[in-house]
């Protein structure tokens, strides 16, 4: 598993240095960062954790910073602070995906347990990428023939269905499903749907 890291990007050094303070003093992992341009620099897309991030700062704004993430594809969490909770601003931060929002002055044990929140958050969305990415390279070893069978039954189809839809026996269809199964490490047709969705 990935080291997980608070990433706390403020421009106002006394919060910056507080949020740190905090978030060490429980044992977790910081860094810090005054503008997001610098952030941005050093960000690298396997960085796991969360970011605690300003809204208003000069240069890039925490909402910029954001868009930018998301151009990234970045999944990492966002926390915002803000003193300032413009009705727009908010909407503007939720429809980016931020996990939460938090008013300055903030409570220390309510940020701390958002900050555990969005690290749970990030480690599962983490493993369901890890089992994604494992069934994909499963789901590239197996046959034309295993990969049509096992997309209508994961459609819905039956094995007699999928049988008088390929012009095969049902046998051979189960002949196909269980091999495709034993090939992708899994019983459940519910798991394999939902990685072919995702």
């Known amino acids: 598993m990935i080291e997980q890291i608070v990433f706390i990007v403020d421009d ?17 992992k910081a860094r810090d960062f005054s503008n997001a341009i610098d ?10 954790g969360c970011i605690v991030l300003d809204i208003r700062m000069a240069g890039l704004s925490g909402l910029a910073l954001q868009a930018k993430l998301n151009q990234l594809d ?3 969490p966002i926390i915002f602070i803000t003193a300032y909770k413009d009705i727009t601003v908010v909407r503007d931060a939720f429809r980016g995906g931020a996990f939460d929002l938090i008013s300055k002055p903030f409570h220390e044990q309510n940020l701390l347990d958002t900050i555990n929140q969005a690290l749970s958050m990030d480690a599962k969305n983490r493993v369901a990428a890890t089992e994604k990415e494992i069934f994909k390279k499963k789901a590239k070893g197996l046959t034309a023939r295993e990969q049509e069978v096992l997309s209508l039954l994961v459609g819905g189809m039956t094995n007699k269905d999928v049988a008088e839809y390929l012009k095969i026996s049902p046998r051979t269809v189960e002949v196909h499903r269980q091999r495709a199964l034993i090939k992708i490490g899994t019983r459940s047709f519910i798991q394999i ?6």
């Open 74 to 76: 970045s999944v990492i």
């Open 193 to 198: 749907k939902e990685l072919l969705l995702d």
């Open 39 to 48: 952030f941005l620099e050093q960000y690298n897309h396997s960085y796991a």
């Open 12 to 28: 106002d050094d006394a919060i910056r240095n507080s949020v740190k303070e905090l978030v060490e003093s429980v044992g977790l």
